[in-house]
């Protein structure tokens, strides 16, 4: 990157974050899921397929990071549309949160055991962490940055891709 470039760059990001002080509030928060979820029974082995989609590598959380964190390095046109999707991410995350919370609230140690979510009940009860299917943590790895738009985003677009379909009923 030559000299030349590199300062318009710092010009063009003194100028973004300018503009972003002046902003009105980026997220207006509302109280309720983007889509209703509605469990009916306590199904604790559905929640740990499920609680890959919630902390695991090419889950809502790492999805929601990677977008937000790559719109830093996008050209000027496309932040505001990496920032939505960061955004859609993480209604995503709070739908699979609901969703695994409602599948494993009523849940026994037993039941939660059989399920392989044994060892995660012993260290978080019930409430939710961010883990993958096999319990291994999230991890800040999971998040593509190498300071290069294309690559970032070639290496985030087939991840979301190959995501299991939606569950319906």
Same mark, same amino acid.
């Given at each position: +990157? &030559? =000299?030349?470039?590199?300062?318009?760059?710092?010009?063009?990001?003194?100028?973004?974050?300018?503009?972003?002080?002046?902003?009105?509030?980026?997220?207006?928060?509302?109280?309720? !899921?983007?889509?209703?979820?509605?469990?009916?029974?306590?199904?604790?082995? +559905?929640?740990?397929?499920?609680?890959?989609?919630?902390?695991?590598?090419?889950?809502?959380?790492?999805?929601?990071?990677?977008?937000?964190?790559?719109?830093?390095?996008?050209? #000027?046109?496309?932040?505001? !549309?990496?920032? #939505?999707?960061?955004?859609?991410?993480?209604?995503?995350?709070?739908?699979?949160?609901?969703? =695994?919370?409602?599948? /494993?609230?009523?849940?026994?140690?037993?039941? !939660?055991?059989?399920? &392989?979510? &044994?060892?995660?009940? =012993?260290?978080?009860?019930?409430?939710?962490?961010?883990?993958?299917?096999? &319990?291994?943590?999230? /991890?800040?790895?999971?998040?593509?940055?190498?300071?290069?738009?294309?690559? #970032?985003?070639?290496?985030?677009?087939?991840?979301?891709?190959?995501?299991?379909?939606?569950?319906?009923?």
């Amino acid at each position: +990157m &030559g =000299v030349r470039h590199e300062h318009k760059l710092a010009a063009t990001l003194r100028q973004i974050r300018s503009d972003e002080e002046e902003a009105k509030p980026m997220w207006i928060y509302e109280k309720k !899921l983007q889509y209703p979820v509605r469990v009916s029974k306590c199904d604790p082995r +559905m929640a740990r397929f499920l609680i890959e989609q919630y902390g695991g590598a090419d889950g809502e959380l790492a999805a929601a990071l990677r977008y937000l964190n790559q719109r830093y390095t996008i050209p #000027d046109k496309v932040i505001g !549309l990496l920032n #939505d999707i960061g955004t859609e991410e993480f209604a995503h995350l709070e739908m699979i949160a609901t969703m =695994v919370y409602k599948l /494993t609230k009523d849940a026994t140690p037993q039941q !939660l055991e059989e399920a &392989g979510l &044994g060892d995660h009940f =012993v260290n978080h009860d019930h409430a939710l962490f961010y883990n993958n299917a096999s &319990g291994v943590p999230w /991890t800040a790895a999971y998040i593509q940055a190498k300071g290069d738009p294309i690559a #970032d985003l070639y290496r985030t677009s087939p991840r979301r891709k190959k995501r299991a379909p939606p569950i319906n009923g």
